[in-house]
């Protein structure tokens, strides 16, 4: 009996801190569609399918580095690949990487 309450605990807690992360995502995906400001320019813009973009909205996937990459080029810096795609690191000398250091030492 413990170990199901336990497994179930764990369970919650992962879909918790996925459902959170997709939260966040979404709302970065719907900044990158207003920058455009339609799903359809975003598509157009990144060179991805609509449906593609509309299942980033809606928070069913995130986006390829490359695609994040592809997104910030576009949009001058207003919308950064990183906060698309968490799993690339912030460069040295991008300004937030360089603040995030200053105010370390």
């Not at 799903?39 to 390829?64: F, I, M, N």
């Not at 906060?83 to 000398?93: D, K, S, T, W």
Request: charged share 20%; hydrophobic share 45%.
């Amino acid at each position: 009996m413990t170990f199901v309450l336990a497994k179930r605990l764990s369970f919650d807690l992962a879909y918790r801190r996925t459902f959170y992360l997709a939260a966040s995502m979404k709302d970065e995906f719907k900044k990158l569609v207003a920058f455009f400001g339609s799903q359809k320019a975003t598509c157009d813009a990144l060179s991805v399918k609509q449906g593609t973009v509309s299942g980033w909205v809606r928070g069913l996937h995130g986006c390829s580095a490359e695609v994040a990459m592809r997104a910030e080029i576009a949009t001058g810096g207003a919308i950064l690949a990183r906060n698309l795609c968490p799993g690339i690191p912030l460069a040295f000398g991008h300004p937030a990487t360089t603040e995030a250091l200053s105010h370390a030492s």
